[in-house]
């Protein structure tokens, strides 16, 4: 396991490709909703969010004190390609309770701005990244640390520390982004 302070590499050499061709066979999936790309100061502007497990409501208090989390209609269908590659990955963790999952593209020359994230469900929930797609420009920041992650590679992040994304490359960078609550880490 590789680790510094606001990173942890939990698994890497996952096979992304079936997810990757579900995700390039419904390209619409990604103008669904798009409240975290355009909800007053967002700091995700950049990117496209398919939700797989979110919120019951996209409301301030549902997307930030409230600890349920639901599928979504996306769930049907990417999980074929998504419960083989995320199977593992949760039992590795341990996991007590899974919540919220997201596909997340962060499009090329795209930038996410300082930020933390902050409520009740953000303190309950760690957070993971599953990359899958990236390019050798694209970063993350936490803290004053940068990490870069590889296709194939879970990495947890303090998600409750300022951090960043970046993807200054002409391709776009897509991660899973998902929360669960795990002792593995303790």
């Not at 979110?54 to 769930?75: A, W």
């Not at 596909?103 to 599953?130: E, W």
Request: net charge positive; glycine share 6%.
């Amino acid at each position: 396991m590789t680790h510094t302070k606001y990173f942890k590499r939990i698994a890497q050499g996952l096979d992304v490709e079936p997810l990757l061709k579900l995700l390039d066979a419904k390209p619409e999936l990604w103008k669904e909703i798009q409240h975290r790309q355009f909800f007053t100061g967002t700091p995700h502007r950049d990117t496209e969010t398919i939700y797989v497990r979110g919120p019951l409501k996209m409301t301030p208090y549902y997307v930030m004190y409230d600890l349920g989390s639901y599928d979504y209609p996306s769930m049907e269908y990417f999980k074929s390609a998504l419960l083989p590659l995320m199977q593992p990955v949760l039992q590795k963790l341990d996991v007590k309770d899974l919540g919220r999952l997201l596909i997340v593209n962060l499009k090329p020359s795209g930038h996410v701005k300082k930020h933390n994230d902050q409520g009740t469900y953000a303190d309950h929930y760690a957070r993971f990244h599953l990359v899958l797609k990236t390019n050798q420009w694209c970063s993350q920041t936490c803290g004053d640390e940068k990490q870069k992650f590889e296709a194939g590679e879970v990495w947890w992040f303090n998600h409750k520390k300022d951090h960043t994304a970046d993807n200054i490359g002409t391709t776009d960078r897509v991660h899973i982004i998902f929360d669960c609550v795990t002792n593995y880490l303790l």
